[in-house]
Nanobody, 116 residues
Framework: QVQLVESGGGLVQAGGSLRLSCAASGRTFATTAMGWFRQAPGKEREFVARITWNLGSAYYADSVKGRFTISRDNAKNTVYLQMNALKPEDTAVYFC?????????WGQGTQVTVSS
């Protein structure tokens, strides 16, 4: 089992920044990647960013490229999402995802609200 604890969400004005964190605990030795998804009201959950655990290769949705940066701290089993130049359309619940060698886990989600 892997437990994920997210933090860092909140309310911010358009153009502002937030930093999300997701700390993994438990059976983290088989981590292959961690990432972030988001779900806005009435919409499906969508991919935001992903980072591989060994090489740190990062991947982004087109909608966030150039504004969001994903990073990880292997020693702390933590992944971060630095979100800059936030837009109202970034408003959503952001979920952390853990990709193991054979299992995946989701965090409980953290609300990000961007006011115009």
């Amino acid at each position: 089992q892997v437990q994920l604890v997210e933090s860092g969400g909140g309310l911010v004005q358009a153009g502002g920044s937030l930093r999300l964190s997701c700390a993994a605990s438990g059976r983290t030795f088989a981590t292959t990647a961690m990432g972030w998804f988001r779900q806005a009201p009435g919409k499906e959950r969508e991919f935001v960013a992903r980072i591989t655990w060994n090489l740190g290769s990062a991947y982004y949705a087109d909608s966030v490229k150039g504004r969001f940066t994903i990073s990880r701290d292997n020693a702390k089993n933590t992944v971060y999402l630095q979100m800059n130049a936030l837009k109202p359309e970034d408003t959503a619940v952001y979920f952390c995802k853990f990709d193991g060698s054979s299992e995946n886990y989701w965090g409980q989600g953290t609300q990000v609200t961007v006011s115009s």
